[in-house]
């Protein structure tokens, strides 16, 4: 499962376990707006972590191009995985 926000992920770990399935054996979770400082619990989730700053920078340098033309290319921008307790992705430590 993906999630998007701290929030989603809190509501979505919760409402796994209270299904009585395990999380990473049952379900694997992933954030999408990563910050290990953040914690859920007795899980450290694992997140893809992007660059907001280096988004911002290159929407900018879109949006105020004078030849938008030029600039119609994507750009690539690099992002982080985070491997935490919530995606079955480490071997177990037990």
């Known amino acids: 499962m993906i999630v998007d926000t701290f ?9 796994i376990t209270d299904t009585g399935a395990r999380i ?3 379900i694997s979770v992933v954030g999408f707006d ?19 700053d280096t988004i911002a920078r290159a929407a900018l340098n879109a949006v105020l191009s004078t030849d938008i033309a030029a600039d119609a290319s994507p750009v690539a921008i690099d992002v982080q995985l985070d491997v935490g307790e919530t995606c079955g992705c480490r071997p177990s430590m037990s």
């Not at 990563?34 to 907001?52: C, F, K, M």
Request: proline content about 6%.
């Open 34 to 52: 990563g910050d290990r400082t953040n914690t859920y619990g007795q899980l450290v989730l694992t997140t893809v972590q992007q660059p907001i």
């Open 7 to 15: 929030g989603q992920a809190a509501a979505a770990l919760r409402a």
């Open 24 to 26: 990473p054996q049952d």
